[in-house]
C-alpha cells in the first residue's frame, strides 16, 4: 500500500500509514485508527473481498480521512473494484471532505480512464470537472445561468475567467481585478474543487464569520475549509443558484445572493455572503456568510 497519496497540486488527499518499524505508536500489523478491511480492499482493488465486506449500501459509506472506499478505489486506480462498490451501492456523487468529485479525484491521481469509463456506465451522472469534455459544457451552462441572474452589467463574471478555467490554465493569482478573484472563487466552488480555490483565492490570514445554520467565527485557511465541510455536510451537491451579485471594485467589497434547492427537498432560500478582496494580494481578506439549510 503506498504510504500517502497526493493530487497534482500537492494536497495530501488520503492518508500517511505507518510502514514496517515506522514510529506513530502503531506496530506494523496494527491499522490506523479509523481504518476498516473495506479501505484495504478498495485500495487494493480485492474484489472477492468488497463481495464478502458490502453486506448493505451503508457499508460502503465509511469514511477515513475524509475518502469512501469508492473514492479510495478511484485515486487507486483499481477501476473493476470502483464498478463493483457502485453496484453494491455505493453513491457516485461522493465527495470528499474538500468537495471534490469522484471525476476530479480521478483526474488529480492521473486516472483519467476511471473517469471515462463511468461516465460511459452512467451517462446521466452531472460531471463538473471541465478537464472533461462533459464537464466544460456543464461549467458553461453554469457560466451563461449565473450571467442571466446578474443585473448589473458591472458585476457580471469576465468571460476570460470561464476560458481560462476551460482550459485549466490558471494566471498568476496576484494583482486580480476583484471582478476576477470573486468569480474564479465561484467557479472553482461550482466545480468542486475547494483546495484549489483556497489556494488561489483567500487569504491565510482570513476573517470569516458563519451566521445561521452555522453559527461560528473562524480564521484563516483551515476556516475556509471548514466553513466548506459544514456546508457540503447539508447540500449534496456543488451547485446552487445565484440571484444577484453586486461588485464595487472601488471599494473591493462583493455582495452576493444565493438560494439552493434540490430534488430531495433540501433548501436555502436566504443565502446571503459578503466579500473584501485584497487586489494587490489577489486574495479574499474577510468574508460573511448566512444561510438557513431546510430540510435536511
Not at 477501476?79 to 474538500?98: C, P, Q, S, W, Y
Not at 483546495?195 to 470569516?208: C, E, K, M, T, V
Request: contains cysteine.
Amino acid at each position: 500500500m503506498p504510504h500517502n497519496i497526493t493530487n497534482q497540486a500537492s494536497t495530501p488527499i488520503l492518508f500517511t500509514k505507518p510502514a514496517n518499524g515506522a514510529s506513530g505508536g502503531k506496530s506494523a500489523t496494527e491499522q490506523p485508527d479509523g481504518w476498516a478491511p473495506i479501505f484495504d480492499a478498495a485500495m487494493k482493488g480485492d474484489c472477492a473481498a468488497i463481495e464478502k465486506l458490502v453486506k448493505s449500501p451503508e457499508d460502503t459509506q465509511v469514511r477515513f480521512l475524509g475518502v469512501t472506499p469508492l473514492l479510495l478505489a478511484t485515486i487507486a486506480g483499481r477501476l473493476e473494484a470502483v464498478k463493483l462498490l457502485l453496484k453494491k451501492g455505493a453513491n457516485i456523487g461522493d465527495r470528499d471532505d474538500d468537495s471534490r468529485t469522484i471525476f476530479t479525484l480521478a483526474l488529480d491521481s492521473d486516472k483519467k480512464f476511471i473517469a471515462d469509463e463511468l461516465i460511459k456506465l452512467y451517462p446521466h451522472t452531472t460531471v463538473t470537472d471541465p478537464r472533461l469534455d462533459k464537464g466544460k459544457e456543464w461549467l458553461t451552462q453554469q457560466f451563461n445561468d449565473i450571467c442571466s441572474h446578474i443585473q448589473d452589467p458591472k458585476s457580471q463574471p469576465p468571460k476570460k475567467v470561464l476560458d481560462y478555467l476551460l482550459a485549466w490554465k490558471f494566471p498568476d493569482d496576484k494583482n486580480r481585478p476583484v471582478l476576477e478573484v470573486y468569480w474564479e472563487h465561484i467557479l472553482l466552488r461550482y466545480i468542486g474543487d475547494v483546495p484549489r480555490d483556497i489556494q488561489r483565492n483567500y487569504s491565510p490570514d482570513l476573517n470569516l464569520a458563519l451566521i445561521g445554520t452555522f453559527d461560528q467565527i473562524l480564521k484563516g485557511h483551515a476556516g475556509i475549509r471548514e466553513s466548506a465541510r459544514l456546508l457540503n455536510s447539508k447540500l449534496p451537491t456543488t451547485g446552487y443558484t445565484i440571484l444577484d451579485t453586486v461588485v464595487r471594485s472601488d471599494n473591493h467589497w462583493v455582495t452576493e445572493r444565493w438560494s439552493y434547492d434540490n430534488k430531495h427537498g433540501i433548501k436555502v432560500e436566504d443565502g446571503i455572503d459578503s466579500f473584501l478582496i485584497d487586489t494587490i494580494k489577489g486574495k479574499i481578506t474577510d468574508k460573511m456568510i448566512n444561510y438557513h439549510v431546510q430540510g435536511a
